[in-house]
């Protein structure tokens, strides 16, 4: 009887608690919350005028301390805890149109109006936007009962990830769909993780398998195959806005995909997203740096190079920085930060010169808008490879490990040389075509601020077409002491050659002059430079094998191989220094500026160097806010099709907001500890969870309170993206090649797609297998990208792409109908229906719609392309040159059931559930 009468007890006590709590939750003053209710209404209606763009009245809203500052009629705008001394409370409550704000527009609406006046009167606090408050973790909601007091359990739950979209559902009266059918998890998953159907053993061994634990083995052997890491690389490529070109006007070829090729390994190995950043920001910096360290670093080479005659080399390289920094900020934080090039960021706590810091860690870097992309990772083979290890022990052994870095960083890069590009003062000279420096008979010309300290050997890269040149170089002015005096040889193509200079300290500004008798015009060019590298002496001249190994080292020096370009940081010589630019003008420079971060983000690590290695370590801190949350974000967006914040390039306070920020933050703090940065652990836990195994079919309810299925109330149902479109028809119809790596291949191409006038690049269609390899080796040009990849919402990649933007047109089934390349697809699905389908025309059919699909076919859909089939074969049969054409020209124009069946495997190529994942 006691125990009856406690729990009695315990339960009327719970109940007048619950009630106590309530009561003063819902009689307390309610508090306004910055982020959610202030924040919306200054973006609509105040920043315009009040921000980063524009100061009107010397009023901005953008920081606190600058709001609640004297304006310039000498009163406060914002009066913390006094609404009634607060000029912006007393101005937007004017009825005079000419006093009231917001000035020229709608006034605001009493509700507004409310909310920004209790806000002064709770102390006018600013509030941190949710993506800029670091990742904590955060606990897993828990179903429960009675008034939250007692936890119960959810069957349909399978992990974390569930609790979250559970609680959501829950919230709007909304269950979850049931869970789709193997065969229909089989094709989504295996387009999701390697971005093509599974290999037919791999499926059959699923579908065969009634264990519980088959989808997750499933998972796991998806995972773990090559495959994977060429789909993954597919969405980073246009967040580096790779490309096999240069951009601009010529977009002329570039030789960088070794870039493309580590990334596919780097996601295959599951290469930690933190050292995954770390590499491709500053590998060159890493100790020990290894070639695939400086090939890492080609992600930011990967800027565009402005080779057309006449331009400024200098805007360029400038526009090239801008790039990296605007891409560091929307690859790996989802933020746009482009903007503070010009001013304070007008929405986002970010300032003018916040950019122009953070710029400082990528304005030192050796690219200069070259021709040649310099600095360039020169790629010996293994024979040359160990010439150059012969040649670094030696230099090791016998002189100093210093000396032999630098000999090595030499060889391989060709580094620190001044380019000639860097020449001014002309006088019968110029920069040839804005890429060399070009000497004519008579000509002067400067290189200015060369160290010379304990420099007594100049190696330099030259070409002439005339013997008899004289090369002088005189210090300081033209007629200054001679450095050197060296005659030029006749050199039709690029050679490599020393000189022996005098000694000379410090640093000093180099005249150049060049006379040649054998020059009969004065507008005849005598000698093209590309770059001069001043240095000392092969080291070790006294030491046993000097000449041998110098000659080897001259050798390779001079060797001509592969390149890639990469990233490298000047000397403290050549160093460049960082200046504000006004209002964003790169000629109207302000104050000096050291590397930083925005102090608005977690602060720069204590010990970090102030390059770009100590903002990689910043940027993969524990502490910044943005990384792991892009990141998480981008995978969920790959899966699902929208982001858990749908606006990937704009976490900030103009993006959407997140459905499940709690999930968000769940997921990238375990994204960041108990995975350790693991891509493919954080790929397993979204698609092992319930929420994404659901079936995708749509109900009446679930269209009307879930209409675009932001709470996850059923499966996934979006378009393929292009390069998937292509390679699941590639696999469909047996074409597809597995071919890894090398340089970009030409598949069909329509004539004309192509006009490069400066060079005559053409597109010449690869042969073999590699015409049907992934969409990922297919060769992009910038000006020109693949046509039918554009159809389907490619991106050209002249910048960084967060997000590509889903389309539906008619241009989209045109081009899977009539290019030639799915027309070839569609001939080789028709032969293998035929091979597997037998005799029998439906059965024929029942065979490509299961290939596509991994379903068996319907009596209706049956019926259709029954139908389809027999109108293409009657006017077939009637016309053997069309059936000859649609047979390729393969030799049999009289078969006229294989220009039908052509057809039919078009039209299943073209479903909907073909180009769908759903």
């Given at each position: 009887m006691k125990p009856l009468l406690s729990s009695k007890l315990l339960i009327v006590a719970i109940f007048i608690i619950v009630t106590a709590c309530s009561f003063v939750f819902l009689t307390r003053s309610s508090r306004i919350d910055f982020t959610t209710q202030v924040k919306p209404i200054i973006n609509k209606s105040c920043i315009t005028c009040h921000g980063g763009v524009r100061q009107k009245g010397g009023f901005s809203l953008l920081f606190r301390e600058e709001a609640l500052a004297k304006t310039e009629s000498g009163k406060f705008g914002i009066v913390p805890g006094d609404p009634g001394k607060s000029e912006m409370i007393r101005r937007i409550n004017l009825k005079n149109p000419e006093e009231r704000m917001p000035y020229k527009h709608d006034p605001l609406s009493k509700e507004e109006i409310d909310i920004l006046t209790k806000w002064v009167k709770q102390g006018a606090q600013w509030g941190e936007h949710w993506a800029y408050v670091p990742v904590k973790d955060v606990p897993v909601p828990q179903a429960t009962t009675f008034f939250g007091l007692i936890n119960k359990t959810k069957d349909w739950a399978k992990n974390p990830i569930d609790n979250f979209v559970q609680q959501k559902l829950d919230e709007q009266d909304l269950k979850p769909s049931a869970q789709a059918d193997k065969k229909t998890l089989l094709r989504r998953v295996s387009l999701d993780i390697i971005g093509m159907p599974a290999p037919e053993k791999l499926a059959t061994k699923y579908l065969q398998d009634n264990r519980e634990t088959a989808y997750a083995e499933l998972v796991d052997s998806l995972l773990a195959m090559p495959n994977y890491g060429e789909k993954w690389t597919s969405m980073w490529l246009d967040l580096a806005r790779y490309a096999d070109t240069k951009g601009y006007e010529r977009d002329d070829s570039r030789n960088i995909w070794k870039y493309r090729d580590w990334l596919i390994r780097a996601f295959n190995e599951d290469k930690p997203y933190n050292l995954f950043l770390t590499e491709q920001i500053a590998g060159d910096l890493l100790p020990g740096a290894t070639d695939n360290d400086y090939i890492a670093t080609a992600f930011h080479r990967n800027t565009m190079t402005n080779d057309e005659g006449g331009t400024e080399n200098e805007e360029f390289r400038t526009a090239a920085v801008l790039d990296r920094v605007n891409t560091t900020w929307q690859a790996a934080m989802g933020t746009t930060f482009a903007c503070v090039q010009c001013h304070a960021h007008p929405y986002d706590p970010f300032k003018h010169e916040d950019y122009y810091k953070f710029m400082a860690f990528f304005n030192d870097t050796r690219d200069e808008d070259t021709f040649s992309d310099y600095p360039l990772l020169r790629h010996y083979d293994d024979t040359l490879q160990q010439q150059v290890n012969n040649v670094v022990k030696w230099v090791q052994q016998n002189v100093s490990p210093q000396k032999a870095a630098e000999v090595n960083t030499f060889l391989k890069t060709w580094q620190p040389a001044y380019n000639s590009l860097t020449c001014d003062s002309f006088t019968n000279s110029e920069l040839s075509d804005t890429k060399w420096l070009a000497l004519r008979n008579n000509a002067l010309c400067r290189l200015k601020n060369v160290d010379l300290e304990s420099r007594d050997q100049l190696m330099f890269r030259y070409k002439a077409d005339t013997s008899g040149g004289v090369w002088q170089i005189h210090i300081d002015n033209p007629a200054g002491p001679l450095l050197a005096t060296i005659q030029l040889p006749q050199a039709k193509g690029w050679t490599i050659t020393e000189s022996k200079i005098a000694g000379f300290n410090g640093r000093h500004d180099l005249y150049f002059t060049y006379t040649n008798k054998n020059l009969s015009k004065p507008t005849t060019n005598g000698a093209l430079f590309d770059w001069f590298y001043f240095t000392q002496e092969f080291p070790g001249k006294d030491k046993v094998g000097y000449a041998d190994i110098k000659n080897q080292y001259l050798k390779l020096v001079s060797t001509n191989v592969p390149t890639t370009p990469v990233m490298m940081d000047n000397p403290s010589s050549m160093h460049r220094a960082s200046y504000v630019f006004e209002r964003g003008n790169w000629l109207t420079k302000g104050e000096m500026v050291?590397?930083?971060?925005?102090?608005?983000?977690?602060?720069?690590?204590?010990?970090?160097?102030?390059?770009?290695?100590?903002?990689?370590?910043?940027?993969?801190?524990?502490?910044?806010?943005?990384?792991?949350?892009?990141?998480?974000?981008?995978?969920?967006?790959?899966?699902?099709?929208?982001?858990l914040a749908e606006t990937q390039e704009d976490l900030g306070s103009q993006g959407i907001a997140p459905t499940h920020p709690e999930l968000l933050d769940w997921l990238s703090y375990r994204f960041m500890t108990d995975d350790n940065w693991s891509v493919k652990k954080l790929i397993r836990k979204v698609v092992l969870s319930a929420t994404y195994q659901q079936d995708s079919r749509v109900t009446k309810e679930l269209l009307e309170k879930d209409p675009n299925n932001k709470y996850y109330s059923r499966g996934v149902r979006v378009r393929?993206?292009?390069?998937?479109?292509?390679?699941?028809?590639?696999?469909?119809?047996?074409?597809?090649?597995?071919?890894?790596?090398?340089?970009g291949v030409f598949p069909y191409q329509p004539e004309g797609i192509w006009l490069s006038p400066y060079n005559g690049a053409k597109w010449r269609q690869s042969t073999g297998e590699d015409q049907y390899r992934r969409a990922v080796y297919t060769y992009w040009k910038r000006s020109a990208a693949y046509p039918s990849m554009l159809t389907f919402d490619g991106v050209s990649r002249e910048i960084c792409t967060a997000r590509r933007i889903r389309t539906n047109t008619p241009l989209q089934a045109l081009t899977a109908l009539n290019d030639s390349v799915y027309v070839d697809i569609a001939r080789h699905l028709a032969a293998r229906m035929q091979n597997q389908g037998g005799g029998n025309v439906?059965?024929?059919?029942?065979?490509?719609?299961?290939?596509?699909?991994?379903?068996?076919?319907?009596?209706?859909?049956?019926?259709?392309?029954?139908?389809?089939?027999?109108?293409?074969?009657?006017?077939?049969?009637?016309?053997?040159?069309?059936?000859?054409?649609?047979n390729g020209n393969t030799g049999y124009p009289t078969e006229a059931a294989t220009a039908a069946l052509t057809v039919i495997a078009n039209a299943i190529l073209n479903l909907d559930e073909v180009v769908m994942k759903n």
């Amino acid at each position: 009887m006691k125990p009856l009468l406690s729990s009695k007890l315990l339960i009327v006590a719970i109940f007048i608690i619950v009630t106590a709590c309530s009561f003063v939750f819902l009689t307390r003053s309610s508090r306004i919350d910055f982020t959610t209710q202030v924040k919306p209404i200054i973006n609509k209606s105040c920043i315009t005028c009040h921000g980063g763009v524009r100061q009107k009245g010397g009023f901005s809203l953008l920081f606190r301390e600058e709001a609640l500052a004297k304006t310039e009629s000498g009163k406060f705008g914002i009066v913390p805890g006094d609404p009634g001394k607060s000029e912006m409370i007393r101005r937007i409550n004017l009825k005079n149109p000419e006093e009231r704000m917001p000035y020229k527009h709608d006034p605001l609406s009493k509700e507004e109006i409310d909310i920004l006046t209790k806000w002064v009167k709770q102390g006018a606090q600013w509030g941190e936007h949710w993506a800029y408050v670091p990742v904590k973790d955060v606990p897993v909601p828990q179903a429960t009962t009675f008034f939250g007091l007692i936890n119960k359990t959810k069957d349909w739950a399978k992990n974390p990830i569930d609790n979250f979209v559970q609680q959501k559902l829950d919230e709007q009266d909304l269950k979850p769909s049931a869970q789709a059918d193997k065969k229909t998890l089989l094709r989504r998953v295996s387009l999701d993780i390697i971005g093509m159907p599974a290999p037919e053993k791999l499926a059959t061994k699923y579908l065969q398998d009634n264990r519980e634990t088959a989808y997750a083995e499933l998972v796991d052997s998806l995972l773990a195959m090559p495959n994977y890491g060429e789909k993954w690389t597919s969405m980073w490529l246009d967040l580096a806005r790779y490309a096999d070109t240069k951009g601009y006007e010529r977009d002329d070829s570039r030789n960088i995909w070794k870039y493309r090729d580590w990334l596919i390994r780097a996601f295959n190995e599951d290469k930690p997203y933190n050292l995954f950043l770390t590499e491709q920001i500053a590998g060159d910096l890493l100790p020990g740096a290894t070639d695939n360290d400086y090939i890492a670093t080609a992600f930011h080479r990967n800027t565009m190079t402005n080779d057309e005659g006449g331009t400024e080399n200098e805007e360029f390289r400038t526009a090239a920085v801008l790039d990296r920094v605007n891409t560091t900020w929307q690859a790996a934080m989802g933020t746009t930060f482009a903007c503070v090039q010009c001013h304070a960021h007008p929405y986002d706590p970010f300032k003018h010169e916040d950019y122009y810091k953070f710029m400082a860690f990528f304005n030192d870097t050796r690219d200069e808008d070259t021709f040649s992309d310099y600095p360039l990772l020169r790629h010996y083979d293994d024979t040359l490879q160990q010439q150059v290890n012969n040649v670094v022990k030696w230099v090791q052994q016998n002189v100093s490990p210093q000396k032999a870095a630098e000999v090595n960083t030499f060889l391989k890069t060709w580094q620190p040389a001044y380019n000639s590009l860097t020449c001014d003062s002309f006088t019968n000279s110029e920069l040839s075509d804005t890429k060399w420096l070009a000497l004519r008979n008579n000509a002067l010309c400067r290189l200015k601020n060369v160290d010379l300290e304990s420099r007594d050997q100049l190696m330099f890269r030259y070409k002439a077409d005339t013997s008899g040149g004289v090369w002088q170089i005189h210090i300081d002015n033209p007629a200054g002491p001679l450095l050197a005096t060296i005659q030029l040889p006749q050199a039709k193509g690029w050679t490599i050659t020393e000189s022996k200079i005098a000694g000379f300290n410090g640093r000093h500004d180099l005249y150049f002059t060049y006379t040649n008798k054998n020059l009969s015009k004065p507008t005849t060019n005598g000698a093209l430079f590309d770059w001069f590298y001043f240095t000392q002496e092969f080291p070790g001249k006294d030491k046993v094998g000097y000449a041998d190994i110098k000659n080897q080292y001259l050798k390779l020096v001079s060797t001509n191989v592969p390149t890639t370009p990469v990233m490298m940081d000047n000397p403290s010589s050549m160093h460049r220094a960082s200046y504000v630019f006004e209002r964003g003008n790169w000629l109207t420079k302000g104050e000096m500026v050291q590397p930083d971060v925005p102090k608005s983000l977690n602060p720069f690590p204590a010990k970090a160097p102030r390059n770009r290695l100590g903002l990689a370590m910043w940027l993969t801190s524990n502490q910044n806010p943005l990384t792991a949350r892009t990141m998480v974000n981008r995978v969920w967006e790959q899966i699902f099709g929208t982001g858990l914040a749908e606006t990937q390039e704009d976490l900030g306070s103009q993006g959407i907001a997140p459905t499940h920020p709690e999930l968000l933050d769940w997921l990238s703090y375990r994204f960041m500890t108990d995975d350790n940065w693991s891509v493919k652990k954080l790929i397993r836990k979204v698609v092992l969870s319930a929420t994404y195994q659901q079936d995708s079919r749509v109900t009446k309810e679930l269209l009307e309170k879930d209409p675009n299925n932001k709470y996850y109330s059923r499966g996934v149902r979006v378009r393929l993206s292009a390069e998937q479109v292509r390679d699941q028809a590639l696999c469909i119809s047996g074409l597809i090649s597995h071919k890894m790596y090398g340089p970009g291949v030409f598949p069909y191409q329509p004539e004309g797609i192509w006009l490069s006038p400066y060079n005559g690049a053409k597109w010449r269609q690869s042969t073999g297998e590699d015409q049907y390899r992934r969409a990922v080796y297919t060769y992009w040009k910038r000006s020109a990208a693949y046509p039918s990849m554009l159809t389907f919402d490619g991106v050209s990649r002249e910048i960084c792409t967060a997000r590509r933007i889903r389309t539906n047109t008619p241009l989209q089934a045109l081009t899977a109908l009539n290019d030639s390349v799915y027309v070839d697809i569609a001939r080789h699905l028709a032969a293998r229906m035929q091979n597997q389908g037998g005799g029998n025309v439906s059965k024929q059919i029942a065979t490509g719609y299961a290939l596509a699909t991994n379903h068996e076919i319907d009596e209706r859909r049956t019926k259709v392309l029954m139908n389809l089939y027999n109108q293409a074969f009657n006017k077939f049969k009637n016309d053997p040159v069309k059936t000859c054409d649609m047979n390729g020209n393969t030799g049999y124009p009289t078969e006229a059931a294989t220009a039908a069946l052509t057809v039919i495997a078009n039209a299943i190529l073209n479903l909907d559930e073909v180009v769908m994942k759903n």
